[in-house]
């Protein structure tokens, strides 16, 4: 389901959720897999008309007219946000803002992906913002879901923007996405993580040298992100 209220084009509010520490790189309801799925550059380039001839007023009609082979547009005002993302935008070490996604949408480089279709990319501080838009099943544009990429590490390091934990958190979130079945003690080992992340139920943390995340509420430690997913958290009971 998507409102309108309070889309990528509105001024970013003061709520927490709103700045890139306090927000959310989600996943999309249909299944984390689909962060791990290569994206392919499409035939058409970032700003072109539609590929199949038609003018760039094309961008102007309703969403029932248009079909995934249409470029989408780079008006972030028009943009509703899914409930998916907003509950995303609402958990600590996700990164994504709205004013990001505003931001992807207006200047990112656009690709289409076989599994869920067009993105905008955008890199800023050595850290790729990925942003999922969908408008040909939904009476509006939408922002179906977006998340972050370390896209060149030392320049992430480097930039006043980001401190060393938030790029190991980014890290370990792309890590456990992209191999969600798989254990990946060694990707997870060098990282430190003190600020807690959430994926799940869960608030998970990691030390340099563990092979593994921890949450902080329950103390479960898990290798996967099916692990982590999988299993509820259920405070110090859940131990």
């Not at 030392?154 to 923007?161: G, T």
């Not at 060694?186 to 040298?209: A, N, S, Y």
Request: aromatic share 6%; net charge positive; hydrophobic share 25%.
């Amino acid at each position: 389901m998507a409102s309108r209220q309070g889309g990528p084009g509105d001024t970013e509010s003061s709520r927490p959720g709103s700045t890139e520490r306090r927000t959310a790189s989600t996943t999309t309801p249909a299944g984390a897999g689909r962060r791990a799925a290569r994206s392919d550059p499409f035939p058409a380039g970032p700003e072109s008309a539609d590929p199949r001839g038609d003018p760039p007023t094309s961008d102007h009609r309703s969403a029932v007219a248009r079909t995934a082979e249409d470029p989408p547009i780079r008006d972030p005002g028009r943009y509703a946000l899914t409930d998916h993302f907003r509950e995303r935008l609402e958990q600590p070490g996700r990164y994504v803002s709205t004013r990001t996604v505003s931001d992807a949408i207006r200047q990112g480089q656009l690709r289409w992906n076989r599994t869920d279709g067009w993105r905008f990319a955008l890199v800023e501080g050595g850290i790729r913002f990925v942003v999922v838009v969908g408008d040909t099943e939904t009476n509006s544009p939408v922002v179906v879901t977006g998340w972050t990429e370390v896209a060149d590490r030392e320049a992430a390091l480097d930039a006043r923007r980001w401190d060393p934990v938030d790029v190991d958190t980014i890290t370990v979130r792309t890590a456990l996405s992209e191999s969600a079945s798989t254990p990946i003690p060694d990707r997870i080992r060098p990282r430190t993580v003190t600020r807690p992340f959430v994926v799940g139920d869960h608030r998970l943390q990691t030390e340099p040298g563990d092979p593994y995340v921890r949450c902080t509420d329950c103390g479960c430690r898990f290798r996967s992100k099916d692990a982590i997913t999988s299993r509820g958290c259920h405070g110090p009971s859940g131990k």
